[in-house]
């Protein structure tokens, strides 16, 4: 059963860099016919996608963020990770890592809150 | 970028009965769009894809129409554990490639 699990730290000061990595078991992150994304709900809110990878690195992003998303991919350690600069208190979310077949998000992490304070 | 609305924000039903539900997108998504249900404190789950498919796993009584821009989920005999938020999310795989989120409907028990 294919397992992913989000990690990184949970509290992020303003200004900073928000990194999170996504670890995948149970499959390879390698598979042609899959791309891995991650989506972000605001507290009490809706979701928002930010940006998907495919295994060889090829990346898109949403416009709206894309000045400050990287994403990576790790096919070594079958992780990929998000990198969020110039974080302020709106990109407090819970950050969600999911599996995707041309949009279509089958399976998913069980998300992690980051909090953006000082 | 392509706006899903959904409607009601929130519909108020008991057990049994018949849900339907509203997605409707700002320009034509042909078939490209995909339902999910969110349970409180869990990630969402993929309920229907391509308008129409229900997911591995899913029950039949859970249905997706539409093409173009007016898309439905129906639950044909509401069950307790169906009572939860519903996301519709289109994909736009031609350029730029962009996925978007309705803003969610709330299924309450009624």
């Known amino acids: 059963q294919l397992q992913l699990q989000e990690s990184g730290p949970g509290l992020v000061k303003p200004s900073e860099t928000l990194s999170l990595t996504c670890t995948v078991s149970?499959?390879?992150?390698?598979?042609?016919?899959?791309?891995w994304g991650w989506i972000r709900q605001p507290p009490g809110k809706g979701l928002e996608w930010i940006g998907s990878?495919?295994?060889?690195?090829?990346?898109y992003y949403n416009p709206s963020l894309k000045s400050r998303v990287t994403i990576s991919v790790d096919t070594s350690k079958n992780q990929f990770s998000l990198k969020l600069s110039s974080v302020t208190a709106a990109d407090t979310a819970v950050y969600y890592c999911?599996?995707?077949?041309?949009?279509?998000?089958?399976?998913w992490g069980q998300g992690t809150l980051v909090t953006v304070s000082s | 970028e392509i706006v899903l609305t959904q409607s009601p924000a929130t519909l108020s039903l008991s057990p049994g009965e018949r849900a339907t539900l509203s997605c409707r997108a700002s320009?034509?998504?042909?078939?490209?769009l995909a339902w999910y249900q969110q349970k409180p404190g869990q990630a969402p789950r993929l309920l229907i894809y391509?308008?129409?498919n229900r997911a591995t796993g899913i029950p039949a009584r859970f249905s997706g129409s539409g093409s173009g821009t007016d898309f439905t989920l129906t639950i044909s005999s509401l069950e307790p554990e169906d009572f939860a938020v519903y996301y519709c999310?289109?994909?736009?795989?031609?350029?730029?490639?962009?996925?978007?989120f309705g803003q969610g409907t709330k299924l309450e028990i009624k």
């Open positions: 320009q034509s998504v042909s078939s490209y």
């Open positions: 149970g499959g390879s992150i390698s598979s042609s016919s899959y791309y």
């Open positions: 999310q289109q994909r736009s795989n031609w350029p730029p490639r962009m996925y978007t």
């Open positions: 990878i495919y295994y060889s690195g090829s990346t």
């Open positions: 999911a599996r995707h077949v041309y949009g279509d998000y089958d399976y």
């Open positions: 391509d308008a129409s």
